[in-house]
């Protein structure tokens, strides 16, 4: 039988506790199957499970894999020979000192050239083929992670979210890629989405997996209490002064110029969404205001005082007033720390038992269930990542929360979740949100729209900026 076949797979974790049960798979020459359930359903780890690359912690500890009828003993070398593999965290996927054209070079057969498989997946290969990771947006990181996928068209390719950073525009190019495969018998194809139109218009047939870990209450019990809604948003701000005021930024990169003359100001409660194509720079304006990232030109004014823009110059309670969550939470969760332990940092100011219930009561407001407090990072699904990554925001109380993308990686039900809390905290005590996204159920929530435009010229890219 060829093709790709899992029959009764079984994965439990180091406490025995089953984390997938009896998944039974098939992909025969030619399909593209999908595989969809909500964040912490297990998706992930029936990828992980397919391919022998279980991390530590977790263990198959029942049923088969096999490849054209033969069941896999050698997974890695199989994976070497069979398999294009597209991560959920594409950006740490990458090898940092590899430039895009690298990084796809190393995975095709010799004589292959790395600049056309970066054009199909619609990247222009003189912008970003000496780019390293660290240089690209994460939409461009994205899609160099599919092109080192693609390459050599590999029997099996397997992609977990490999459209949840990408614009209306890249998503289209990629998707046409990834649909050439369809049909064709050389071929089989396994897909990870929480986007329901991406399935749909995708696949042959769609695998549901069911949520198996224990999840927050909806409704009025889900909201975090006490300290958890009191934040900094009101109470820290004056009468009728705006919580951000940024003049006349200027943003640039090595060799490029991002963006000049943006004007944004948020008064308590505001709702700014950002969007733009991939590579506009988004991500770099939530770092800037951050202090992560230089600017070339421009002020901005935080409750009134005007920041110097390296956050090492900020004081201590203009750098608690604004609060980063990142497009890749590995980035901003310690992979050596358990998520207790980075939830408790912010409230150390805290009695102890004080802190760890104030920890508990952060992981129900984003969804997530105490139990998931004693483990690391990288035993969280990507989901549930970005929504740690927002708790562990949320606990030094901010004034203005800076979100990049924070509902990537969500069902459509959990990102409804997260954007209730969002304003559910605006609302009550005046928190603003800049959010970068490229999810219209995001933009719909927002006050206002930011967008950021790409204009080519011979010398540089320039970037104008909207606010609607």
Do not use: C
């Amino acid at each position: 039988m060829k093709g790709l076949s899992a029959q009764g797979l079984v994965v439990a974790g180091r406490a025995g506790a089953v984390v997938v049960d009896g998944i039974d798979l098939r992909i025969a020459p030619g399909q593209v199957v999908g595989l969809a359930g909500p964040s912490g359903a297990g998706k992930t780890t029936v990828l992980l499970a397919l391919l022998g690359a279980l991390p530590p912690g977790l263990e198959r500890i029942g049923g088969r894999v096999l490849w054209d009828g033969r069941e896999i003993t050698a997974p890695r070398r199989w994976r070497r020979r069979h398999v294009g593999f597209l991560g959920q965290d594409p950006a740490s996927a990458l090898h940092p000192l590899y430039d895009s054209r690298a990084a796809v070079r190393e995975a095709l057969p010799r004589g292959g050239r790395p600049d056309d498989v970066l054009a199909v997946v619609g990247l222009d290969p003189a912008e970003i083929g000496h780019r390293r990771p660290h240089q690209l947006s994460g939409g461009q990181a994205q899609r160099v992670a599919l092109a080192r996928a693609l390459a050599g068209d590999p029997g099996l390719l397997i992609l977990d979210e490999p459209t949840s950073a990408l614009d209306p525009e890249a998503l289209a190019a990629a998707l046409d890629r990834i649909r050439l495969r369809r049909g064709d018998p050389r071929f089989a194809t396994l897909v990870v989405s929480h986007d329901p139109a991406v399935l749909a218009g995708l696949t042959d047939h769609v695998v549901h997996l069911g949520r198996q870990h224990r999840q927050a209450s909806r409704g009025d019990d889900s909201g975090p209490a006490g300290p958890s809604v009191r934040g900094r948003g009101q109470a820290g701000s004056r009468a009728g002064v705006p919580v951000l005021q940024v003049r006349d930024l200027a943003v640039a990169q090595p060799g490029r110029l991002l963006f000049q003359g943006l004007g944004l100001e948020l008064a308590a409660g505001d709702f700014v969404a950002v969007l733009g194509p991939s590579g506009s720079g988004k991500s770099t304006l939530l770092r800037t205001l951050a202090g992560l990232h230089p600017a070339a030109r421009g002020t901005v004014t935080l409750l009134g005082e005007q920041l110097p823009w390296p956050v090492r110059e900020r004081t201590p309670a203009a750098r608690r007033a604004v609060a980063l969550v990142g497009q890749n939470p590995l980035d901003t969760l310690n992979p050596a720390r358990r998520l207790r332990a980075a939830l408790h940092r912010p409230l150390r100011h805290l009695p102890r038992a004080e802190a760890r219930a104030e920890a508990a009561r952060l992981l129900a407001a984003v969804g997530l269930p105490a139990d998931l407090a004693h483990r690391y990072p990288g035993a969280l699904s990507g989901g549930q990542r970005q929504r740690a990554a927002l708790a562990r925001a949320l606990a030094g109380q901010p004034a203005l929360l800076l979100a990049d993308e924070i509902t990537a990686a969500l069902d459509p039900a959990t990102t409804a979740e997260v954007l209730d809390l969002l304003d559910r905290l605006r609302h009550g005590t005046g928190l603003a949100v800049l959010a970068v996204t490229h999810d219209p159920s995001v933009a719909a929530r927002a006050d206002r729209v930011l967008t950021l435009h790409h204009h080519p010229t011979p010398h540089d890219r320039r970037q104008s900026a909207d606010v609607r």
